[in-house]
């Protein structure tokens, strides 16, 4: 015990043992800080990218901070509920039969490019008079483009470039077709299309016929750069799988290392102590194993059976037991099975069970441990493989997956470089992190290797 | 007298050889046989999971009834017809088609089967697949994408495995050098796998940089020169090779510079050092030579390895390989594809490690077969 605390304490000679112990802490409390902010369910469910989790989100756009490096200053995201939000006021004015309720949203447009969409959720609680809507747009050079007047449903989306009317009107102040979004943030009949910066004023005035009908409005402004890590092709919020990819990846990769490691070590003490056919079987069973492909049958249980990530954890520990480190494991066990201490506690009458589990073990435990930490990145890796061959577990968001759907999406083609990078980053922390802390935890629980 | 001692030793030294004959005769035996009930418990398996012990037969009824209703459907659009004259016409198409495959023997029996025919190397025909050139034979398929796979592992494997035996040999001399503790440092990287690399090289060199080509295995068209087709051939080579050479490639240094320093710091070498031999010769004679076993499996175990592919780095760079064919395969619930693949990798380790143990009594004098195990 005394010995291993004095070797623990001669990890903190390796500045590269203490820089991947760093990476594993920060990539341990992004894991808890995943599961503590977003509830598994709840990162399933958004992960399946139904539109009440997606809405707010444009398609395929790289992270806000991607402006700090990139040389135009690309239109940020936002949603705003009318009254909800200190700018978007709205006002209440009751009549006699009819109300009118006055929205008034400005915001200042300062970017180098359009937003790819905006949006109108309008939500009314009306029983049979459905409310009627104006909205006008006011642009920084003083212009008003009347957007549309339209009588809402209780559950109405108004999408802006989907407006045919709309899109007429804007010909008509262009002089010439115009796509909707780009009509609306440009100086009217400037060619080539010149960016209109500064205040805008979005106008709703909503007339009511019931009354206490509500109407709640958010608008919704799909911009070229979102949130935190920024969104993929379906919309998703790529936040959940950067962050949910950290404890799967880790509970992956520990359980599969831990359970292979020690399962083959507790077989080949079982083999070694007892010999004869026992160890004979085992022998035999990791040549057989030997000659089975071990990628081709995880592909065949992905392809066939299931794509649980579970199942494939499972599948992953039982053929990788049987491989070289049970020879590795059954050389020293045979070695340490001769020594005298063995044969004093035969002498005293321990049991089989006994001599394995405390007096055969702890010998090889110092140097089981540079290995499981460092086969961790290998089983994470595995997983991200086997994402990339598309028999990813669907449901669960991964690294593996993102970089597939990246890939598969022709993220490499059309330059969204941030969509790979992201989970590719997280992914060579891991590596990195475990392989650098079990390098020096190899460097100095074995013997051979000490000083070298 | 003497001529009586002479014919007793000859009597003697024959008696030993033939004993040595004999025991070595055993061992090979022992040894075939043992190598042989590998394989066959191998391949059996590997049938066994390739058919989910017989899962997969019924996903293939269903999907034969499937095909042969909307064949059917299609067939008789235009054709007034009762309802039982149609079903009839389903159950024999079915049945046809069933048979056609195998499906109608138990799957218990025709696993059986399936492992005489790998066993004897009669690979046989495809369910599904088709060879590029039409061909159902799976030794066709097998055959045609062998090449690419050849070219792509044998480059990298290749010469991944000289670099890094040769720097590791240099490196242990200058053990503690700035370029020892470099390679330590980077040793880790190795933790990713090539197509990992793989997608950052693409990223680099094909999106950013423009200067190589994102995947595959020539332009399309392909050059008609063959001067000009073998330089794009090599352009488009260097990204995966070099994928798979760099994922490994400081990991494997360290571990060869590891090995050898293990073995520099014996005593004889010490020795050797002390009489004043050449560096040269003290690593030709005392750190090669007793290192030569390793060596030789280590090379032995990569060219049989360059027969598998690699599959996920084939498939991020869309390179023609066997280890893409073999993806495809169990795609398409082809058994034989994929028994055939495994077989010949079966066969060819069996005679590696078979061999192996020859190699190490000639290389080695301290290893000597020996009539009873180990």
């Given amino acids: 015990m005394k010995a291993l605390k004095n070797s623990l304490r001669e990890i903190f000679r390796y500045p590269s043992a203490i820089f991947g112990a760093i990476l594993i802490l920060l990539l341990i409390a992004l894991a808890i800080f995943a599961v503590i902010k977003i509830p598994y369910e709840e990162a399933v469910k958004h992960w399946r990218g139904s539109e009440e989790y997606v809405y707010k989100n444009p398609k395929n756009v790289p992270p806000e901070w991607y402006n700090l490096f990139s040389k135009k200053n690309l239109p940020v995201s936002f949603a705003v509920v009318a009254g909800e939000d200190k700018e978007f ?73 989907q407006d045919q009317k709309l899109s007429t009107r804007l010909r008509r102040l262009y002089g010439c077709e115009v796509p909707t979004i780009k009509g609306l943030f440009s100086i009217p009949k400037s ?184 086969a961790i990145p290998s089983y994470v890796f595995l997983e991200a493989s086997l994402a990339l061959l598309g028999l990813g577990d669907p449901t669960i968001p991964t690294w593996g997956k993102v970089i597939n759907d990246a890939r598969e999406n022709g993220a490499l083609y059309v330059g969204q470089f941030y969509w790979i990078l992201e989970p590719a980053a997280l992914l060579m922390i891991t590596g990195l992190g475990f392989a650098l802390f079990g390098f020096a935890l190899d460097r100095i629980f074995n013997p051979r290797l000490r000083g070298m | 007298m003497a001529t009586d001692t002479i014919t007793e030793v000859q009597k003697l030294s024959k008696a030993a ?89 138990p799957f218990a029996i025709r696993s059986v089967r399936y492992l005489k025919n790998a066993l004897t190397l009669n690979l046989g025909r495809a369910v599904h697949m088709v060879s590029d050139h039409g061909s159902r034979e799976v030794r066709n398929i097998i055959l045609e994408r062998l090449p690419a796979t050849l070219l792509l592992m044998g480059t990298s494997q290749l010469f991944l495995f000289f670099i ?127 290192t030569l076993p390793t060596i030789v499996t280590n090379f032995a175990l990569l060219i049989i390895g360059l027969f598998s592919g690699a599959t996920i780095t084939e498939t991020v760079f869309l390179w023609p390989g066997l280890g893409r064919t073999i993806y495809r395969a169990i795609g398409l619930y082809d058994t034989p594809v994929i028994v055939g693949t495994t077989i010949i990798y079966a066969y060819l380790l069996a005679f590696t490690v078979f061999f192996l143990d020859f190699i190490y009594a000639i290389v080695d004098p301290r290893v000597k077969v020996s009539g009873s195990n180990n």
């Fill in chain 1, 191 to 374: 060619d080539p299309l010149e960016i209109n910066r500064g205040k805008y004023t979005l106008r709703i005035m909503v007339t009511t016929f019931e009354e206490n009908n509500d109407v709640r409005i958010e608008f919704v402004n799909h911009g070229l750069v979102y949130g935190l890590f920024g969104t993929d092709h379906m919309r998703r919020d790529l936040t959940i799988a950067i962050l949910w990819g950290a404890p799967i990846a880790l509970v992956f990769g520990l359980v599969a290392a831990a359970g292979t490691s020690i399962l083959s070590m507790l077989i080949a003490a079982v083999g070694a102590w007892f010999g004869g056919w026992l160890d004979e079987l085992i022998q035999r069973i990791t040549e057989i194993n030997l000659v089975l492909p071990f990628l081709s049958i995880l592909i065949m249980i992905g392809t066939f059976y299931s794509r649980s990530i579970w199942i494939i954890l499972g599948a992953t520990i039982v053929l990788s037991i049987f491989t070289g480190a049970i020879k590795t494991d059954r050389a020293i066990f045979l070695q340490v099975k001769e020594s005298t201490y063995i044969e004093a506690a035969k002498a005293y009458g321990a049991s089989n069970g006994r001599i394995i589990v405390r007096y055969m073990v702890p010998r090889i435990i110092p140097l089981l441990i540079p290995g499981l930490v460092s």
């Fill in chain 2, 17 to 105: 050889a033939l004993s040595t004959v004999k025991r070595l005769s055993k061992f090979m035996l022992v040894r075939l046989i043992m190598l042989f009930i590998t394989i066959v418990a191998g391949v059996y398996l590997t049938i066994l999971i390739a058919n989910m012990g017989g899962y997969v037969d019924t996903i293939m009824r269903n999907d034969i009834r499937e095909r042969v209703n909307m064949q059917v459907s299609a067939m008789t659009a235009n054709k007034p017809m009762n309802t039982e004259n149609r079903a009839a016409l389903v159950n024999d198409m079915v049945a046809l088609e069933e048979k056609r495959l195998g499906l109608d023997t």
């Fill in chain 1, 89 to 161: 006021t709205k006002v209440v004015t009751v009549g006699e039969t009819t109300s009118t309720i006055d929205y008034e949203y400005s915001f200042d447009f300062q970017y180098d490019d359009y937003p790819q969409e905006l949006f109108l959720y309008i939500q009314s609680n009306h029983q049979t008079k459905n409310p009627f809507l104006s909205v006008v747009l006011e642009t920084p050079t003083g212009e008003e483009i009347k957007i549309s007047d339209f009588g809402t449903l209780n559950n109405q989306t108004y999408r802006f470039s």
């Fill in chain 2, 164 to 290: 890094s035996l040769y720097l590791a040999l240099r490196l242990s001399r200058s053990y503690g050098s700035f370029w020892d503790k470099l390679i330590i440092t980077l040793s880790p990287t190795s933790s990713a796998p090539p197509w990992f690399y793989g997608i950052f090289f693409i990223l680099i060199f094909a999106a950013w940089l423009k200067i190589l080509p994102f995947s595959g295995m020539v332009s399309a068209p392909p050059p008609k020169e063959t001067g000009a087709y073998i330089l794009d051939l090599l352009k488009h080579l260097i990204l995966p090779a070099g994928s798979l050479i760099v994922s490994s490639l400081f990991i494997s240094i360290y571990n060869w510079r590891t090995f050898f320093l293990i073995y520099s710091s014996e005593d004889y070498v010490d020795v050797a050092k002390a009489k004043g031999l050449t560096s040269r010769e003290i690593e030709r004679r005392y750190i090669l030579r007793p």
